[in-house]
Structure formats: structure tokens, C-alpha cells
């Protein structure tokens, strides 16, 4: 790839359509502009189809061992977008870190710092010490200034004047087939924490026991079928956050053992709204078994549903696509886009603390 990288492209590369018919769906973050703060009805509907590439432990907050919506009178496992999302992020931020790495002149220039960049998906924590208890130490720890925390979001500490909203929202992901025919158990030993084996404890006999649990597992090559909805994100952001989706291959616990997916996408709706559901989508795919028989249906819904700008692929599916354009042979995201999308972000961040400063500056001219 050449360093002058197209985006617009690199978009009708992967897209099949001129990025000036749906330029107005996407947020001009070239510039800090302060207008871009508030959001003005740029939806970019992306459908996913996840298929199950081994056994998949998947669990929520609850005491269920799997986690499942009851439609009708059957029970179909359930990913909630969080799951999806928080390896999405993960990725990303890896990515990210690797890119930082390979070019951190470029992009400290960019942030007009020279310090190390850092940024993690982890809590700041609290520690004792000098003139006061609890004093908030930040070890790792969101930056607040990188294309993932500007898109995604990140909550401010105490005394900041704002928290930055994701922009990007999502569904739950439903199985296509019933727990009946999804789900297997796998019986494991559990193994002492002391004695390294699995003799635990004694009975009332005083004789060594063994320990036994069971997983509730969602069976490989399950489909679950959803939507995301990307507001108001810059072009190069997209390119980004399509990218790393597309080469997101574990979700779940125990993802040691457990937890291969493959991400596919079969349509793209540029709206100034969001355009139907996971479950809308589900109704329409229930009880079919393979990607094939999938794909094609969701693109035939969208394409007969006539709301917004409706972008399907005739052959393969637009993850494959994406890899194929601005992933490298490296598995790397092409650095113009990833140092552009910085870029963007910035921009964003810096229109935000404008608004919050002209907000603070009425408010001064009202107390007079």
C-alpha cells in the first residue's frame, strides 16, 4: 500500500458504491468544529452474522448457565452487545498499541505530546497514602484521547467537565436454533487450589472426594444474528472499527479452551435512523442452519424493507472484503487510516471542550 492511502477508495473497494452518495451520513471530523458534538441523524446500520467456530461459554450477570431469551415457548441462546463490544474494544486497543509502536513519532505529533501513550480497558485504582486516604491513582487506565475512548466512550475522573457517550450502540446477538439444539454440557474435574489435584476436601468419613462441575456450552458452528448502529463517526473511524470487527475471532470465558467465532457482514444501512432489530432479523432467519442460507435472506429483508441507503454484497460477505483492503499482510490495519482516525478523533475531542467552554462562558454572562 502507498503512503497517499484513499479512504473514500478504499470505501468503494469494499463497499461497491461511490462514498459521495453516502458522504452525509458521516461526520466531517477534519476540522474541530463544535457542531459535531451534537448528534444530527447519521445512522450507519451494520448486521452481523456470528458463526460459533468451536464450543462457546457464554454467561451474563445471573444465576443461569448460559444466557437465553424465550421466544415463543422455546429458549434461544442470547450474547448481549456488552460481550461483543468488550472484545471489539480489546482488539482494537491492541491494534492500536501495536500501531503506536511502529510509529510513535507519527502519532505523538499528532497528539502534540511526548509522553508514552497508554490505554486500557481497566479502572483506575485507589491507595493509601500521603495527606489523605483513598487518593485515586491512575495505573493503566483509559487515556481519553484515543480513537477507541473518543468513539466508544469513557467516563471522566472527578472534577473533568464532561463523560464522552459511546457512538456506537448495539443488540442483543440471538441464536438462530433453540437451546435443544445448541447447547451441550461438558463435564470437567475441578482441581484444588492447595494439593494441585483433584481430591478436594473429605466426606464424612474422612476419605478424599473428587470434584466434579459442568458447562453449559453453545455448540460450534451456531449462528446468533444481530444489528449495531455506528452515530455520527468520522470516515477513517469506520474503516477502523469495520476493520477490527471484522478480525475479531474469540468471545466468551475461558477463551484458553474455548470461544472461536467468525464475524460476518452481510449489509450496511446508511439512514438517519436506525433500521430494524436483532429481532426483526431473527424472525426472518429462525431455525435456518449455515451462513448460506442466512447471508441472502437479511440482504433480501433489507433490500425489500427500502429504508435508507441499502449496501449488500453479491458474493462474499463485507468482513472478507474489509480484510482483503486495509488489513495488511502483517494482519496490521493500514497506519494512513489508524493515524488519520487519531486525527478524528482529537478533532472531537477538542469540538467538545469548545462547546463546554462556550457553555461555560454563557452561563458567566447570564450571573452578571
Known sequence: MSKQFNPEEAFKSIFGIEYEKVKEFFSDLSKVDSSNVIPRGRVINVYLVIRAENELLIRHEGGEDYS?????????PIILYEKLQ????????????HDYDLHKADIDKIRDKSDEWQCALRPSASVKGGKQ????????GQCGECPDCMTFGYAVREGAKYNVKSRIEGDLLIATLPDTKTIVLRTHNAVDDVSKTTKIGRDEEGTSTGALYVYSLVR????????IAMKDISINDFLLKMATLSIVTKIGGRTTHYGNI????PAVVFSTFEVSSSYDIFTRV??????????????KYLEDKKKGIVVTSDRDDFAEKIRQTIV???????????????QEGLNFKKSIEREVGSDKKKEGKRGK
Open 328 to 342: 495488511d499482510e502483517k494482519g496490521l490495519i493500514i497506519h494512513d487510516i489508524v493515524a488519520k482516525a487519531w
Open 68 to 76: 437465553y431469551a424465550v421466544i415463543g415457548k422455546e429458549k434461544y
Open 262 to 265: 467468525k464475524i460476518h457482514i
Open 220 to 227: 460450534e458452528n451456531t449462528l446468533f444474528v444481530g444489528k
Open 286 to 299: 429462525k431455525g435456518k442452519e449455515s451462513v448460506e442460507e442466512v447471508m441472502p435472506e437479511i440482504k
Open 86 to 97: 468488550s472484545v471489539w474494544r480489546r482488539k482494537e486497543l491492541e491494534l492500536l498499541r
Open 133 to 140: 486516604d483513598n487518593v485515586e491513582e491512575k495505573i493503566g
